[in-house]
């Protein structure tokens, strides 16, 4: 099924406590349209980037079928940046810097071709963008929408006029607390749901992922990593994995949701294994069904 | 099977933002010992109280066929007393006080009736005591140690000498980092599991529970508490519940392990419903199958 994306694309900085990742193709349109492409097609990426976007990020977006006629280009230009750096407990990062550059007029624009696009996820922009997206689009089955401590506690009644048009809201564990002003994670989550959005997930790095629906609490358990290289880009990944996997099964159910929380689980392990996307670059669909069933064996009893 | 505990008996006095209770039933030999009676028998209990140990806690804990054998009285002495405040998030507390008392002296005695016993747990104590109860046992099953930061910090060589006896290690999150030095959870496990005992359960709160083994990483889900009314006691009615299941059963195969970690958990949920022991007192096997089940229905997929 067609699935519209809708984000950043950067390049990033990055340094670990296990090396450094100089102008990495990152951004989350990127991350998620790249774990969303080893599930379904087409993919539509809608996002902006300068004169300096290296034509080899292009061609690997091209060579994972990602349509780029939503791809705005400003020649004079330049692309988003980003630079992290993350500690010895990979929990904890600073920033080093974020220039927005064409990211800051970004305006999104969806190309008609787009506009039937019955799967729509919102990557972590501004609410206001988010809700002139949904303009755009004709009647989409399933909009999925991320967001932010920023726009959280910096735009909080344009958030919150955005959730009622949200199906699906993925945030992490300290978001949801800040969103509904509520330290207890599953009252927190059934406020939200309160909100608009009548899907919750909320992901809880390494303790994994929680999945809140009016019928079903459901909790995913993280893949047991030893090796993180890098967290960046983990949680969109997660999001391109989970509606990747709700767009090729066209089915919404509770149940087929739980296993697209562990698609979206099983894709971050695979991201987080690596710096920038490169964990992302050569899976199969073989090895991301032994990781779905290794999330089987991981939570068994 | 025959199950020995030893550990403190406590009179807790406790606030959270929902209630207060005073000189309230608690330490960790009774959370195990009662927890675990909803399973196995016989239980034998080894402590220390002092001559205002109420006659009342001595009643429960007879109601509930604990053997009371190897509980030393000390008539002119006092009975152990801690007191702590839980905030609004209950994941943090302040200690108001904690007084030793009876307990600074605690030597464990083993009755002769005691020295076979073949599941053994040794509560939180100085992990020099724990290894002079073990030399008073002969050829135990199974041996299950729990411990703290106090003693990780404070007595790290007793400490380690005691894991050599061990065959369970029951600990927090925090507790595991510190214990192996590395903030890795899993490296922290499979380092630990090399320090002597052969299972690692790694406590996580609201984040459930690992299982590791050298064959096995287990993942269990946390029960979705809309009301946690008071944390004290949590993490030893899990050890309770565990060693009451495998007492039971009488089985320490990784399968069975699973099955409890899922009844520690499920008795921890009970624990935390209510203030003190409340939660542990009118229980049924029913009641615990069915909080069981719940666990399965949270983590299936």
Redesign the interface.
């Known amino acids: 099924m067609s699935l519209l994306v809708v984000g950043s694309l950067a390049l990033d900085t990055i340094e670990t406590p296990f090396g450094k990742a100089n102008e990495a193709l990152g951004g989350s349109a990127v991350y998620i349209s790249v774990a969303a492409s080893y599930f379904t097609a087409p993919i539509r990426l809608v996002g902006i980037v300068g004169g300096d976007f290296p034509q080899s990020a292009i061609d690997f977006l091209n060579d994972r079928s990602i349509d780029l006629e939503g791809l705005e280009r400003i020649p004079e230009g330049k692309t988003f940046r980003w630079s992290g750096k993350y500690h010895?407990?990979?929990n904890v990062r600073d920033t080093l810097f974020t220039q927005l550059n064409v990211f800051e007029k970004f305006d999104p624009k969806i190309p008609d071709s787009y506009r039937r696009s019955k799967y729509v996820v919102l990557g972590n922009i501004d609410p206001v963008l988010q809700r002139r997206v949904l303009e755009q689009i004709e009647k989409p089955r399933l909009v999925i929408g991320d967001t932010m401590n920023f726009w959280i506690e910096g735009k909080r009644n344009e958030l919150m006029e955005t959730l009622k048009f949200l199906n699906v809201l993925i945030i992490n564990d300290s978001e949801a607390r800040l969103l509904a002003h509520e330290?207890?994670?599953?009252?927190a989550a059934?406020k939200i749901i309160g909100f608009g959005p009548k899907i919750l997930i909320i992901k809880?790095g390494?303790?994994?992922a929680?999945l809140v629906t009016d019928n079903?609490?459901?909790?995913?358990?993280?893949y047991?990593?030893?090796?993180?290289y890098d967290p960046t880009g983990a949680g969109d990944t997660f999001a391109g994995g989970f509606i990747g996997w709700l767009a090729k099964s066209d089915d919404v159910s509770d149940?087929n949701l739980?296993?697209a929380?562990?698609y979206g689980s099983a894709m971050a392990s695979f991201c987080v294994e690596k710096f920038s996307i490169e964990g992302l670059k050569d899976l199969t669909y073989l090895k991301i069904q032994d990781r779905f069933r290794a999330f089987?064996?991981?939570?068994?009893?």
Chains 1, 2 share one sequence.
């Open positions: 010895y407990d990979l330290p207890n994670l599953i009252r059934k809880k390494e303790h994994g929680l079903i609490i459901f909790s995913a358990p993280a047991p990593m030893e090796n993180i149940e739980k296993k929380v562990i089987k064996d991981l939570s068994d009893f």
